[in-house]
């Protein structure tokens, strides 16, 4: 069966960082050994004289915008004994290896996920959600709640070795969110998409939120999704590396994996998301979702045996659902679901927002 760990850490960012690095280290450990992306594509880039040119003004820019951040970063390879080179190109993946020549460019495919059904009505405010990935990252995600010394309290749901914000969580200021990998291109040398997701956890109002994350010097581009209890919106963001489209959600909106909303920006679209994308939306039309059963049948969704929204990696399909998160503002709840949705109804952790 499908586990997510719950753990809490507090102080400073590096104090942060430390204790999660040293907690699962033996998650970062196993999950660094076997990723291909960055055993086959990342760490052989970085060797050479283009790869370390990039790391380098990567470096130079991130310690300057997000010192607390990096700070954090270098917790966690103090706190799990890895190498910071290793955990910072992790951090830079879709940065990193859009900047590689196309020779370089083997081993796994990058990661394809994941979909969000958004509802904001007079009666209902969610947002679902479906964490895609690697088969082999089942086990190893967690959910870290932390304690700033300075900042809001916030949990999120994290990858080994990651900086938090890069799936979804919320804060204690009201703030939630989720995330879609998108493939813009071309990508630049500038921020990376993982630091300005993780902005996410800090701010304390959505105008600061999209602020945040359509900061200036963008390298790359996510779909972010995000809501506030106090205001009681919800919003979808497209960013691409130089513009972004803001969408204010009222009714029924859903997005995948490519842009859509910014249809002139440049971009990689697999044939998973197109599927994904049509069938919610067919499915968002024919019963308009008003209440979370809806949301959590639509997540489920298994029609299109080669490109299903709950996906297995079963070929064509390469990734697969690793949890599924509802986010309920009016009940102010979060339901993280282990398992299929439908298929097993009670597994999930349900926490407060």
Known sequence: MNSIEQF?????????????????????????DSYERLQQQLLPFYCTSAGKNYYQ??????????PAYMSELEGIAAGA???????????????????????????????QGCTDCLVLTADSALIGHNEDGSPASFGRLYVVTVNLAEGPTFSALSYPGFLPGNAFGYNQAGILHTVNHVAPRPIKVGLSRHFLARTLLDSRTLDEAIRNITESDRASGFNYNIGSLSERRVV?????????????VQGYYTHTNHYFELNEQKQEITQSSRKRLKRSMILGRATPPSEPGHILALLSNRTDRDYPIYRDAALPDVDATLCSALYDLDSRELRIYHDHPVKEPGNYVKLSL
């Not at 809490?8 to 660094?32: K, N, Q």
């Not at 003004?57 to 997000?66: D, I, K, Q, T, Y």
């Not at 979808?236 to 204010?248: G, I, L, N, Q, Y």
Request: aromatic share 10%; glycine share 10%.
């Open 57 to 66: 003004s990567f470096l130079g820019l991130h310690r300057e915008r997000f």
């Open 236 to 248: 979808s963001v497209e960013v691409a590396p130089d513009r972004h489209h803001v969408r204010e």
């Open 8 to 32: 809490e850490a507090g102080g400073s960012h590096h104090e942060v960082g430390l204790a999660i690095g040293s907690h699962f280290a033996d998650a970062i450990h196993r999950f660094f």
């Open 81 to 111: 004994k890895r190498s910071f080179e290793e955990v910072f190109l992790v951090n830079l993946r879709g940065e990193f290896s859009g900047l590689m020549p196309p020779a370089s460019q083997t081993g796994d495919t990058p990661v």
